[in-house]
């Protein structure tokens, strides 16, 4: 997704993959083939570019620290910077002392620990695995020690936190240059399936132009606090009362900011170039009253081509985003956009386009028609107890 806003700003791109038939490899025309927890083949990409940034949190930290001690390539976001984002007992020591809403959490180092925490939450928890978890893995809803009773052999601390009796989620983008720099995005509200990112509406419906600034300024000094460079997303939780909480952080482009590829002035992707190679940023301005973003999550077509055309025939006005993955069930192989006035109409529009695709065009019953899904059928945002953690 950088490939295109690269080739525009005339930077280029040499990517690392594990394999020539991943996405950014089939398209990219630089590519290493190495892992990204190998030492040397990391050290080997940094080499050949002025700047390494990345697309997950995965990649050691010591070894980004040697690069960047070493000078070979400027790191970023920096690894003082994206540890935040690696390690979650971590990020909630470092946000809680510098003010920032984090909902209740405690350190679970021993079973002691977790019997106290369960006692003061009420009898039960979130329990999370401080470094590797994403897209709801690495996250469980506990109520006595045996059930973490694996993951206590494997860490040796792991992270509880209490079951926030949110309305729903939101998420809000932010990017920074190196020299501090900072353009916020609209402040957005998702919804989950599984564990994994489903839906999103830009601007989040009902939220108030105080509310917004409010939720802006809170990413921003959160980017600020912690010197990131490039792209940050803060995942929230709001409550009843409109307070909201810091679920989640992420340092690069997000699920949550796709919508911005065809709703905003300047797409996510662009903007995280322009920030790690220290350019001006572009305008965050949506280019209409709503847009929405619908991830296709892997249904009952092998193929997606035909379900993909007759939905691009349905609805001229879709955009249509598609991973080059191989297709399996609840993996994310794409998403489409629309841009509009009225988030009900346009999520509608979306989810008839996303059966299509993921169903294959043998899913809707008259040939050229697209039947409307039941609303039923859409999931509604869910709360904490079953959906501990957002994509």
């Known amino acids: ?87 979650k007992l971590l990020m909630r020591e470092r946000l809680t002392a510098l003010g920032h809403p984090c909902p209740r959490w405690w350190r679970i180092r021993k079973e002691q620990d977790l019997e106290s925490a369960l006692a003061e939450a009420g009898g039960r928890l979130i329990v999370k695995t401080p470094r590797g978890g994403y897209d709801g893995h690495g996250v469980r809803v506990v109520t006595g020690a045996q059930q973490i009773a694996d993951w206590s052999q494997l860490h040796s601390e792991l992270l509880a936190e209490e079951l926030v009796p949110f309305t729903r989620e939101l998420s809000v983008q932010v990017a920074r240059r190196p020299r501090g720099e900072i353009a916020t995005y609209p402040v957005v509200q998702s919804v989950q399936q599984d564990g994994v990112c489903y839906e999103v509406v830009a601007p989040a419906p009902g939220l108030d132009a105080a509310a917004q600034q409010r939720i802006q300024q809170l990413a921003a000094a959160i980017a600020a606090d912690l010197e990131v460079t490039g792209m940050l997303a803060v995942e929230l939780f709001e409550t009843a009362t409109g307070q909201v909480l810091v679920n989640e952080l992420a340092m690069r482009p997000h699920n949550t900011g796709h919508w911005s590829m065809d ?48 939905a691009l025939a349905a609805d001229p006005e879709l955009k249509l985003h598609l991973y080059g993955k191989g297709v399996r069930p609840g993996r994310k192989l794409g998403h489409v956009t629309l841009t509009g006035e009225d988030a009900d109409e346009l999520l509608e529009r979306a989810h008839r386009a996303e059966r299509l695709i993921i169903d294959g065009p043998d899913s809707v019953p008259h040939p050229g028609a697209v039947q409307q899904p039941d609303p039923d059928e859409r999931p509604a945002p869910t709360q904490h107890p079953d959906h501990p953690e957002g994509a």
Not at 16 to 45: F, K, M, P, W
Not at 58 to 64: C, F, R, S, T
Not at 266 to 291: K, W, Y
């Open 1 to 87: 997704m950088m490939l295109g806003p690269a080739t525009e700003l005339d930077l280029e791109l040499v990517v690392l993959a594990t394999a020539e038939t991943e996405s950014a490899a089939r398209v990219a025309a630089q590519v290493q083939i190495g892992r990204h927890d190998d030492e040397q083949a990391v050290a080997a990409l940094a080499e050949q570019v002025e700047v390494l940034t990345f697309d997950h949190e995965h990649v050691p930290p010591a070894h980004l620290e040697r690069i960047e001690a070493s000078g070979a390539a400027a790191v970023r976001p920096g690894p003082a910077a994206l540890v935040h984002a690696q390690d």
């Open 263 to 310: 709703g905003a002035v300047t797409g996510q992707f662009e903007q995280h170039l322009r920030a790690v190679a220290d350019l001006p940023l572009g305008s965050t301005a949506p280019l209409a009253t709503v847009t929405v973003m619908v991830n296709l999550l892997g249904g009952r077509a092998e193929d997606l081509a035909p379900g993909a055309a007759a």
